[in-house]
T-cell receptor, first 111, second 106 residues
Framework: EAGVAQSPRYKIIEKRQSVAFWCNPI?????LYWYQQILGQGPKLLIQ????????DSQLPKDRFSAERLKGVDSTLKIQPAKLEDSAVYLC?????????FGPGTRLTVT | RKEVEQDPGPFNVPEGATVAFNCTYS??????FFWYRQDCRKEPKLLMS???SGNEDGRFTAQLNRASQYISLLIRDSKLSDSATYLC???????FGKGTMLLVSP
């Protein structure tokens, strides 16, 4: 069974630039999550989708971060404009019931 | 008090040792808990679910203490390949701890 796919795997941008990440969840998984993991920290939930609706985006910095899951499958996470403190690994996960399965992540470096 | 707290370690143990980690949580309404394992520069992978009655899978045992609001992970007969960071998470709020690093040496 294919796992959660993410792209790109690595991205380096300058501050104030924009960046977008893509996630394709495990087939049939209705719930999709985006996490931010800063070095030395645990993953921090940014947003949770159930199909194409937002369940929780309370920790998403909405002045610069946005996410969508228009058809209830793939999802994109965008940062505009990026700040130095956005340097982190952005993890996408999906779940059918309680257990979350993570993708390999996108490592973002903002210079 | 942070919602989920873990001792960051590192825990340095020799092969064959038994080691245990705890994870405390502040939300008494939390129902479901999980332990994930994360290797360096990799994504978290599910290790075990934590049930009220405890859960054992080979060398790994997970337990829940609701009265004291913590979950534990016990690893028996440690292997070199057990070296990783162990993350706990409460399912209700999807809050992860910072993780506990385990280093198993020959």
């Amino acid at each position: 069974e294919a796992g959660v796919a993410q792209s790109p795997r690595y991205k380096i941008i300058e501050k104030r630039q924009s960046v977008a990440f893509w996630c394709n969840p495990i087939s049939g998984h209705a719930t999709l999550y985006w996490y931010q993991q800063i070095l030395g920290q645990g993953p921090k939930l940014l947003i949770q989708f159930q199909n194409n609706g937002v369940v929780d985006d309370s920790q998403l910095p909405k002045d610069r971060f946005s996410a969508e899951r228009l058809k209830g499958v793939d999802s994109t996470l965008k940062i505009q404009p990026a700040k130095l403190e956005d340097s982190a690994v952005y993890l996408c996960a999906s779940s059918l019931e309680n257990v979350q399965y993570f993708g390999p992540g996108t490592r973002l470096t903002v210079t | 008090r942070k919602e989920v707290e873990q001792d960051p370690g590192p825990f340095n143990v020799p092969e064959g040792a038994t080691v245990a980690f705890n994870c405390t949580y502040s939300n008494s309404a939390s129902q479901s808990f999980f332990w994930y394992r994360q290797d360096c520069r990799k994504e978290p992978k599910l290790l075990m679910s934590v049930y009220s009655s405890g859960n054992e899978d080979g060398r790994f045992t997970a337990q829940l203490n609701r009265a004291s609001q913590y979950i534990s992970l016990l690893i028996r007969d440690s292997k070199l390949s057990d070296s990783a960071t162990y993350l706990c998470v409460t399912r209700s709020t999807l809050t992860f701890g910072k993780g506990t690093m385990l280093l198993v040496s020959p």
